[in-house]
């Protein structure tokens, strides 16, 4: 008989993109309310590497990335994409922000091995993992050093977001330890 084994806490990461510095700190502050205490922020960067969402939300948009504390099971990802969306939804009803969706949350995880992240999208490298939600893993940590692959975002091959990436293994590792 084989053993099944559970799988390691992983440590939730979400991406966001946002119009303003207005829509982003809201969509910080209703992270916090819905899946708790922050601990780690990246720094705030220009989003430049596509026009993709300039429609919806604008020609200047920020991009951050914040990790929540408390550490979660992989199997947690898709029903945390569900409610990015519906917070997502929610901040586009906020007044004057003046943009259809002032917020793109990418919710992810982060494993000693690895980025994860959700989409509502399939493609050929995704993997269906439930309630209409898929994942693809769009970094590896091999070597000492993120490695990105044909298909991740330009974003994401950016040494400025390895940094931050490697910020979160050391600090996942450490709370694994604990």
Not at 76 to 89: V, Y
Not at 147 to 152: D, G, I, P
Not at 163 to 173: D, T, W
Request: charged fraction near 30%.
């Amino acid at each position: 008989m084989w053993t099944l084994k559970k799988p390691e806490p992983v440590k939730l990461i979400i991406g966001i993109l946002a119009a303003n510095e207005t829509a982003l700190n809201a969509a910080i502050d209703m992270i916090k309310d819905k899946f708790g205490e922050c601990d780690l922020e990246s720094e705030t960067w220009a989003f430049t590497q596509t026009e993709y969402y300039a429609k919806e939300t604008g020609s200047e948009i920020l991009k951050k990335f914040i990790t929540v504390k408390k550490l979660i099971t992989p199997d947690k990802l898709a029903a945390i994409k569900l409610k990015t969306n519906k917070m997502e939804e929610k901040l586009a009803r906020m007044p004057g922000i003046g943009f259809s969706r002032p917020v793109n949350l990418d919710p992810g995880y982060i494993e000693p091995s690895k980025l994860v992240l959700a989409s509502t999208k399939n493609f050929s490298h995704r993997i269906y993992i439930g309630k209409k939600i898929w994942a693809e893993v769009t970094l590896v940590y091999n070597k000492g050093r993120w490695v990105f692959f044909e298909y991740t975002f330009p974003d994401h091959r950016e040494e400025r977001y390895h940094g931050f990436f490697s910020k979160v293994r050391e600090k996942l590792v450490e709370q694994i330890r604990q």
